[in-house]
């Protein structure tokens, strides 16, 4: 089995705890979180900034190594809200690449990919 790259900061994690304000798949501000990786490593996920959520407790054991999304609909949880917010919060802390054709960047949460520098 290959090495599985994990480089998430301690720093990065404040960030993602500040962003997300609260457990990202249930919303619960009021409880301690853990890191949660949305694709399971057992299923090829990494433990890096864009793979990481805030998760309580509870949510982290149940969600365990499922699938995110099945997971969330068997829970009944907002889907949606939480899809949404984790490519907000992505955005916020991963700026895109360049765009390869017109060599401009995108600003993050108020950028618009593609427009003039």
Same mark, same amino acid.
């Given at each position: 089995?290959? *090495?599985?790259?994990?480089?998430?900061?301690?720093?990065?994690?404040?960030? *993602?705890?500040?962003?997300?304000?609260? /457990?990202?798949?249930?919303?619960?501000?009021?409880?301690? *979180?853990? +890191?949660?990786?949305?694709?399971?490593? =057992? +299923?090829?996920?990494?433990?890096? *900034?864009?793979?990481?959520?805030?998760? /309580?407790?509870? /949510?982290?054991? =149940?969600?365990?190594?499922?699938?995110?999304? =099945?997971?969330?609909? +068997?829970?009944?949880?907002? !889907?949606?809200?939480?899809?949404?917010?984790?490519?907000?919060?992505?955005?916020?802390?991963?700026?895109?690449?360049?765009?390869? !054709?017109?060599?401009?960047?995108?600003?993050?949460? &108020? &950028?618009?990919? &593609?427009?003039?520098?």
């Amino acid at each position: 089995m290959a *090495l599985v790259e994990h480089d998430l900061t301690p720093e990065q994690w404040g960030m *993602l705890q500040h962003l997300w304000g609260g /457990c990202a798949y249930c919303g619960a501000g009021d409880r301690a *979180l853990q +890191r949660d990786c949305v694709q399971p490593i =057992s +299923r090829g996920g990494r433990y890096t *900034l864009d793979n990481i959520v805030p998760a /309580c407790g509870a /949510c982290n054991a =149940s969600k365990s190594n499922d699938e995110v999304t =099945s997971w969330m609909r +068997r829970k009944k949880l907002d !889907e949606r809200r939480f899809l949404v917010r984790f490519v907000e919060v992505r955005d916020a802390l991963m700026p895109d690449d360049t765009d390869i !054709e017109t060599g401009h960047m995108n600003a993050g949460l &108020g &950028g618009t990919h &593609g427009s003039a520098p």
